[in-house]
């Protein structure tokens, strides 16, 4: 494939993008149809001037991140995804390795829940997309890199995040989240990209060998649980955070919520508002 036809149907997918069916705001004297470059840069996680250079064919080799995330944030369909990854020069992912792709149905669940943190996470706990309100929730995403977005390397050797554990809940929640991961290696023994990242862990912190290694079963998974959340503006709250696992997708979605009418619910509401407008600044 010639770069020119990468970069041609980045830009004419990149046209037929409703910008508010994507949540892009649109103000009276937008002249561009679809989405700007700056606009599909953003939500892809990439910068405006390398979306520019493989637009024009400047640039050849976009890593299949990349390219998932622009699949994704263009909205693609499976067949448009797969023919994007060709183009670029990869395989299209096969049923042997983890899925990140979002579906038209998770993504217009992720829609209806615009307004609530969400975040999206693959097999690897390796995050896939996450939302405004989650990022003013719990801090910026947008420019984690490697393996600062799995959440496991978060967790075990990551800096400090918004989540208050007591030091038992907080070594529950490592085993679970290793646990879960020796379960997705059995799942997916074919996938390099996997393997990588087990060693990578294994290479980050002696914590993970000895959880992977563990001869005890881990506790009991608790998929609907209380989280206390510090956050530096609103101060505490104790939100519902439910884990939903898309299964034939292989998907764990996180979802926040407050019971309404309480004192958690209006602070989870002006740590949105707060968040969201330090994010669009």
Known sequence: MEPWEFGRSLRRWRDRVVPDAVGVPTGRRRRATGLRREELAQLAGI????????EQG???????????ALARALRLSAPERDLLYRLAGHATPSLDVVPSHLTPSVQRLLDRLSGTPVVVYDATWTLVVANAPYDALMGDTTAWRGLERNSIWRNLAGPPNRVVHTPREQADHEALLVADLRLTASRYPADQSL???IADLGHATPRFTELWNAEAPPPPPDLSKRKVIDHPAVGRLTLDCDTLVVAGDDLRIGVYTAEPGTEDADRLALAIVLGTQSLTV
């Open 47 to 54: 910068s405006a001037d390398y979306l520019t250079r493989l």
């Open 58 to 68: 400047r640039a050849t080799t976009p890593s299949a991140q990349v390219v998932e």
């Open 195 to 197: 393997r990588r990242l």
